[in-house]
């Protein structure tokens, strides 16, 4: 019996004894919270995240989670346990925005009812918790393939946009900087490889001059080079092997990656350097910005913000804005976009780079002449070109993208919500998605996250009878009458139902062209022109209701949630990470200084960084 004890990992024993010891909120009641999924909605980000449940994130430990499981006393009635919100929500007692969760009379109700009585019968309990600290590691960031084309072009001249060569980089959390994405696959590896070979051979022949690899390895790797790195490389360059040496500095994981921690206190300022310049630039730190990191300059968080200001004003600025702009609403999905040609005669490429271009310059107006940036979401303006002009039904403009404001008869408005770009990237090849449209605006402009459907449920909408006319909104109705479905739909749903009168390319429309059901694929599809029900809200603000993207964009610029979703969305990109329970000051802070500014994102950009540079690294 010892000897099989010794034989079994410590971590195992460990698990054990932990298991044991857990509280009864951990094995009794956590399981039907789990089951119910009441986590997918009371969570840091989830469409319930304003209420006063909020479950503790993944990985807690048994401390936080008893201590979770204490602070539900706050939605117990001690003087009526059975009337508590604990028990009357998820079971619809009391009417409950996510539906319900949980079965009256179910042992899984029962088993709540014991906690809340528990609750009832005890003193609140101080408990310890552990708080996790934010950045405490150290995280290595890959460049991104449109930082490793800024810095090539930078340091070489080159101009050739290498990483049209390599494969395409992953979305995660909304982004393609997330590190933990960015790993270097084998083909990843040899595209690095054959793109050094091609950079070296086209700068082979310029004169590099004396000191070329102390100087020129600085600013490759963003640091001085080590000793060890001085005298490799400088062996290289001794024997008549500059272009082998550059080669070697390009498929260097010091230039490939950049750390964001500094290994020795000598390094921080480069460290500093290197992170403002591909956040504010896109590109690597220029000789002016090395210079200003090694007079101490970025020594201070007054020191950053003063910096972080003039690089701003740069031109380069703007690149790396557009390409925030860019990441967050998909661009790259819109341009790649396959629309059915009968139903959408004006959508073809040269349309959807208009799109992009139309909603870059709505932001780059904002951003660059210090206004509103939650404009973006209810200015009476765009910017048109001849191709745009024609799908809106307006007046072509003298110059292309000209600045146009919309009329006061029609409801295009509401910013980037009437943009072609929004309403056709939420929608099918062929036709609309109610359900794409009001989950991309609880994901993308309230940072929102809506649970995935429960395993097994028929995704599938109902059939209707032979020759009877449906529209989107009908379909999504009798999906609706779903339980299972109704809690999330309900949510999402509503949003879609106010943008149906803009169909699937972003064009204005009356009628919905709705195909007729036929059990006979033989015959002829039949088509009728069909009225529309554009009447929407968003479920959990009060008198949000809207009929066009002009009466939606005011809703969600005035809501707290929104205005935040803009700072959450920047520090996803800036971190290269989701943010935690631990990032919460860091974001209010950031909120703050945002909404007291007026909503300018410059000054939420300088906020951002003098904020997370105030954080231990």
């Known amino acids: 019996m010892i000897e099989d004890l010794m034989r079994t990992p410590i971590i195992l024993l460990v698990s054990a004894a932990a298991l044991a010891a857990q509280p009864a909120f951990v094995r009794d009641v956590l399981p039907v919270f789990e089951k119910a999924d009441c986590a997918g909605c009371h969570q840091l980000n989830g469409v319930a995240s304003t209420t006063r449940l909020l479950f503790p994130e993944k990985g807690a430990s048994p401390d936080e989670l008893e201590g979770f499981g204490d602070s539900l006393r706050a939605l117990v009635d001690t003087r009526k346990p059975e009337d508590s919100l604990l028990l009357a929500k998820p079971t619809m007692r009391v009417k409950h925005g996510g539906g319900p969760r949980i079965k009256v009379g179910s042992p899984e109700e029962a088993a709540l009812r014991q906690w809340v009585d528990h609750l009832v019968s005890t003193a609140p309990v101080a408990r310890r918790t552990t708080t996790r600290a934010a950045g405490s590691k150290t995280v290595l960031r890959r460049l991104t393939h449109s930082q490793?084309?800024?810095?090539?072009?930078?340091?070489?001249?080159?101009?050739?946009?290498?990483?049209?060569?390599?494969?395409?980089?992953?979305?995660?959390?909304?982004?393609?900087?997330?590190?933990?994405?960015?790993?270097?696959?084998?083909?990843?590896?040899?595209?690095?490889a054959a793109a050094a070979e091609k950079l070296a051979s086209n700068w082979e022949g310029k004169d590099p001059g004396p000191q070329f690899v102390r100087q020129f390895g600085k600013r490759v790797f963003r640091r001085p080079l080590t000793p060890e790195e001085e005298t490799r490389y400088?062996?290289?360059?001794?024997?008549?092997?500059?272009?082998?040496?550059?080669?070697?500095?390009?498929?260097?994981?010091?230039?490939?990656?950049?750390?964001?921690?500094?290994?020795t206190p000598e390094l921080r300022p480069y460290v500093r350097a290197s992170r403002l310049s591909y956040l504010l630039w896109d590109t690597t730190p220029d000789d002016a910005l090395i210079a200003s990191a090694e007079r101490g300059e970025l020594n201070t968080a007054e020191g950053v913000e003063t910096v972080a200001r003039r690089m701003l004003a740069d031109p380069r600025a703007r690149q790396a804005a557009d390409e925030f702009i860019a990441q967050w609403f998909r661009f790259d999905s819109i341009v790649t976009m396959v629309k059915e040609r009968r139903a959408f005669p004006l959508f073809n490429r040269e349309l959807a780079l208009a799109m992009t271009e139309e909603t870059r310059r709505l932001a780059s107006e904002l951003i660059w002449s210090n206004r509103s940036f939650m404009e973006f979401y209810t200015a009476n303006y765009t910017f048109l070109n001849s191709d745009l002009a024609a799908l809106y039904k307006l007046p072509v403009p003298t110059d292309e993208f000209a600045k146009v404001t919309f009329p006061d008869t029609i409801d295009r408005g509401g910013g980037v919500l009437g943009h072609g770009s929004f309403l056709s990237l939420t929608?099918?090849?062929?036709?609309?998605?109610?359900?794409?449209?009001?989950?991309?605006?609880?994901?993308?402009?309230?940072?929102?996250?809506?649970?995935?459907?429960?395993?097994?449920?028929?995704?599938?909408?109902?059939?209707?009878?032979?020759?009877?006319?449906?529209?989107?909104?009908?379909?999504?109705?009798?999906?609706?009458?779903?339980?299972?479905?109704?809690?999330?739909?309900?949510?999402?749903?509503?949003?879609?139902?106010?943008?149906?009168?803009?169909d699937g390319s972003g064009a204005r429309r009356e009628k919905a062209r709705v195909e007729l059901p036929k059990y006979n694929r033989r015959l002829d599809s039949k088509f009728v022109d069909a009225d529309i029900d554009n009447a929407g809200w968003v479920t959990g603000i009060a008198n949000s209701e809207f009929k066009s993207p002009k009466e939606l964009g005011p809703i969600l610029a005035a809501n707290p949630q929104c205005q935040e979703c803009v700072v959450k969305q920047y520090f996803r990109y800036a971190m290269g990470r989701h943010e935690t329970a631990a990032d919460r000051p860091v974001i209010e802070r950031i909120t703050a200084r945002f909404r007291d500014s007026g909503f300018k994102f410059q000054d939420m950009i300088v906020a951002l960084v003098r904020v997370t540079e105030e954080q231990p690294k």
């Open 427 to 502: 929608s099918k090849p062929a036709d609309t998605s109610i359900t794409a449209r009001g989950l991309f605006v609880r994901e993308h402009i309230l940072c929102q996250q809506v649970p995935q459907p429960p395993p097994g449920v028929n995704t599938n909408l109902p059939s209707a009878e032979e020759g009877k006319a449906l529209t989107n909104k009908d379909k999504l109705k009798m999906h609706l009458s779903n339980p299972s479905c109704a809690s999330c739909h309900n949510l999402i749903d509503p949003i879609g139902f106010g943008l149906e009168k803009f």
């Open 234 to 263: 400088g062996t290289l360059y001794k024997q008549g092997k500059a272009k082998l040496a550059l080669e070697a500095m390009l498929q260097s994981p010091a230039f490939l990656y950049r750390s964001e921690t500094a290994a």
């Open 148 to 192: 490793y084309d800024n810095t090539v072009r930078d340091l070489l001249g080159d101009r050739t946009f290498p990483s049209r060569q390599f494969p395409p980089e992953d979305f995660i959390d909304g982004f393609k900087n997330q590190y933990q994405g960015q790993s270097i696959s084998p083909i990843l590896a040899d595209n690095y």
